[in-house]
């Protein structure tokens, strides 16, 4: 899928604002509750989703610029509403931000060299990939993981049933790769719509995807042949941290939880989250 570059660089922002490097915490002082004042009110959802939309990321008080990176499209329905929330949380903290859209595996090197600062596309699992970074709670959507196959194949129950069969996934998506290990045989592609289409040509049995959505592909993927869809799980997508961004993963996690309890954080994620 293309790289879609993200609406505000870090080069225009950092004429406004100073980078701030927080000191480093440990991962378990970093997800503990404390109190920070908040930022002024926040705007309502609609404000902050045309916000969102212009690519403008900004807060009302100059804190510090955080470099983020999704491994999601950022013009895909759901990450249009994950960035109205960022909006309303990074307000709250005082925060400032940039997203852009890299491949799963550019990202996660970017964020093991720290030329970028967190991502806002991972599951509970990327700790297994980079132990050190913190995991900013509550989640913000889920990952619905799917198996596409030709409908004359047998339903499936889980991961497990797929160790039999000829499975593609995406390149890069770990926790993917990982549970796939088992697989007779595992093909990965560089784009969804390839892994789609190597089922459609019968190079393979099933191709696994995450859909933030059930079942539902969305609009810049297209099947030509008719292909059953079998849910396989629901995985929660955090905003991850580098370790050295202690403070700010404390900040946003108050933000995020007080927009949880007004209610905020549902009403614009309804169609992609499920509450815990």
């Not at 991502?119 to 900013?136: G, I, K, M």
């Amino acid at each position: 899928m293309p790289a879609v570059p993200a609406l505000t660089t870090l080069a225009a922002l950092t004429t406004a604002c100073a980078l701030v490097v927080f000191a480093a915490g440990s991962a378990k002082a970093a997800q503990a509750a404390a109190d920070v004042p908040p930022a002024a009110a926040p705007a309502q959802a609609a404000t902050a989703a045309a916000a969102s939309a212009s690519g403008e990321h900004t807060a009302p008080a100059a804190g510090g610029v955080l470099r983020l990176v999704s491994i999601v499209p950022l013009e895909r329905p759901s990450m249009v509403a994950e960035r109205a929330l960022l909006d309303l949380a990074f307000a709250r903290a005082q925060l400032h931000y940039t997203l852009e859209f890299n491949p799963p595996e550019r990202a996660l090197e970017r964020m093991r060299q720290g030329s970028v600062d967190g991502d806002v596309s991972r599951t509970e699992r990327f700790e297994q990939f980079l132990p050190a970074a913190l995991r900013v709670q509550p989640h913000l959507q889920n990952a619905f993981h799917f198996a596409f196959g030709r409908p004359s194949l047998p339903r499936l129950g889980g991961w497990a049933d797929l160790q039999p069969y000829r499975v593609a996934y995406v390149r890069g998506f770990r926790t993917v790769e990982q549970r796939l290990s088992g697989a007779a045989r595992c093909d990965a592609t560089s784009t969804a719509q390839a892994c789609l289409q190597m089922v459609e040509l019968q190079r393979v049995d099933w191709c696994v995807l995450g859909l933030p959505r059930k079942g539902e592909l969305p609009p810049d993927l297209s099947l030509v042949k008719p292909l059953q869809a079998v849910p396989i799980d629901a995985a929660r997508i955090y905003l991850w941290l580098r370790p050295e961004q202690g403070e700010a993963a404390r900040r946003l996690g108050q933000a995020l939880r007080q927009l949880e309890h007004s209610g905020e954080l549902q009403a614009l994620m309804a169609a992609y989250r499920q509450p815990d």
